[in-house]
């Protein structure tokens, strides 16, 4: 036996490892995840809607969507140069700096000038949240053997939804913090509690290793050796660690040699593009199919179905945290049946949630029948569960290992910027569409989905258990679509497997 065989099963010195900085790294988006689901508590919160003039469904959008403009002008302009230039832990601790300045405008906002400061300070947030949300998944997966990517990636969702969970617990015990004080200053402090994990994430980060793969790139092949003998110490012998070195080399030099270094390589080289369109159509998809709402206005949709203001942000912390459990199966499912079957089976149950969440109120309007109104609200969780084992954690463990490494980051960028139009166009369509159409708005996002599985099953190849250095066997590419050498390993280890059995 070669002594890859059972890779990414049970924990090693270098997989237990892998886990523990992985947990570490899920601390930037439990910041991100926080501060989505804070603003939820923080946008019905009577304190918060008096500091606000003119406060009202419109200005409401605006204040979510202003935030995903932050995240788009980041993912275009910023969050390349800030993770390929400074590393994937430098880019990540310049990315939670400024998100932290962010948030303490939004914190800060008064007076006349309330307004501003928030959208501004919302702005910056976006543009802190766009940097770590793209150098955290991308250094995962480039310290994670080909067969733990996906698991190692998905807890980076562990984070988001973990901190989404958080905002909506923090948002729910603020309101007992009802006398004058609470009333002025309780949303402030909810947006205010993100900088205590987000201390933690700066002073964690400078200890890690950086990226084997960013390291070659920038001619330190010694570094690399040492970070990949430390990430996989007790899985791989030393030959093997060697040989996923070279790989990494020859897909860098061969990278280094052509033309591609340009960012316009993305649309003008084939191999490239067609992974570009491919990864920035799934974040784009991921965002259209409803999540943006409900994970910014859930209090108002459980309002609408009858729960008390109070009993409304608790359903929401339940929501939240029932979606950290379902991201942790995930993790023990997306490596197994790979990155197609979870999306397109995760789009199914949403369409088939929304389904019920638009029809249920036309038949039973104005909250006549409270069991029509239970349903809805149990719905909302199965939506949630379809989102925690979809679209959720899938579309950033795509994104980020289909790229060659030295345009991973850009690509990453990019097509996360997809998202970020989807956001926005959501964030402003859901309060207005609601507030015009009702519940019918749901079959809009119905059909969203519906047309989703289709999608990803005529249009995404399968990538679970493949190297990163061998993507080019499914997108082609400069060195032809040769399979890397770790591909080889692991071929030989399952063909020799077939014969034991």
Known sequence: MNGIKGLGQGFSKASSRLHFLSLLLALGSFVWGYNVGVLASVLAHPGFRETIPGYGPYRRGLITAIYYLGTWLSYVFFSRPATDLLGRRRGAMVGMSVLCVGQA??????????????????????????????????????????????????????????????????GYAITFWNDSHGYLSGWR?????????????????????????????????????????????????????????????????????????????????????????RATLLHFMAQMCGATAMKYYLPEL?????????VSLLAGGIESTLKIGCTVLDMFVIDRV????????????????????????????????RAADYTCVAF??????????????AAWVYGSEIFPTAARARGLSFAASGGAVGSIIVAQLWPIGIAELGSKVYFFFMAVNLACVPIIF????????????????????????????????LADERDEGNEEE
Do not use: C
Request: glycine residues 10%; hydrophobic residues 45%.
């Open 105 to 170: 405008l939004q914190a800060a906002a008064s007076g006349s000038v309330a307004l501003s400061m928030v959208m501004f300070g919302r702005v910056v947030s976006g543009l802190g949240t766009g940097i770590v949300s793209t150098s955290v998944p991308l250094y995962q997966s480039e310290i994670a053997p080909a067969q733990q990517r996906g698991r190692l990636v998905v807890l980076n969702h562990v984070g988001f939804v973990a901190g989404l969970a958080s905002g909506f617990w923090v």
């Open 189 to 277: 402090l909810s947006v205010s509690l993100s900088f205590i994990p987000a201390l933690f994430f700066l002073i964690g980060l400078p200890f890690l290793h950086e990226s084997p793969r960013w390291l070659v790139e920038h001619g330190r092949t010694d570094q690399a050796l040492k970070a990949l003998q430390f990430y996989r110490e007790g899985s791989f012998t030393p030959s093997q660690i060697q040989s996923e070195l070279t790989d990494i080399k020859r897909n860098v030099s061969a990278y280094q040699a052509t033309s591609l270094k340009k960012w316009t390589s993305l649309f003008t080289n084939p191999s490239l593009f067609s992974r570009l369109w």
């Open 302 to 310: 459980f309002r609408v179905l009858g729960l008390s203001p109070r």
């Open 338 to 369: 790979g990155r197609r079957v979870t999306l397109a089976v995760g789009a199914g149950i949403m369409a088939f949630a929304l389904l019920i969440n638009g029809a249920l109120p036309l038949v039973y309007p104005n909250n006549t029948n």
């Open 380 to 393: 909302i969780f199965i939506y949630s569960l379809g989102y925690s084992m979809g679209f959720g954690p």
């Open 458 to 489: 005529l249009l995404y190849p399968e990538t679970k258990g493949r190297p990163l250095e061998d993507m080019e066997v499914l997108f082609g590419g400069y060195e032809g679509g040769t399979p890397s050498t770790t591909s080889l390993l």
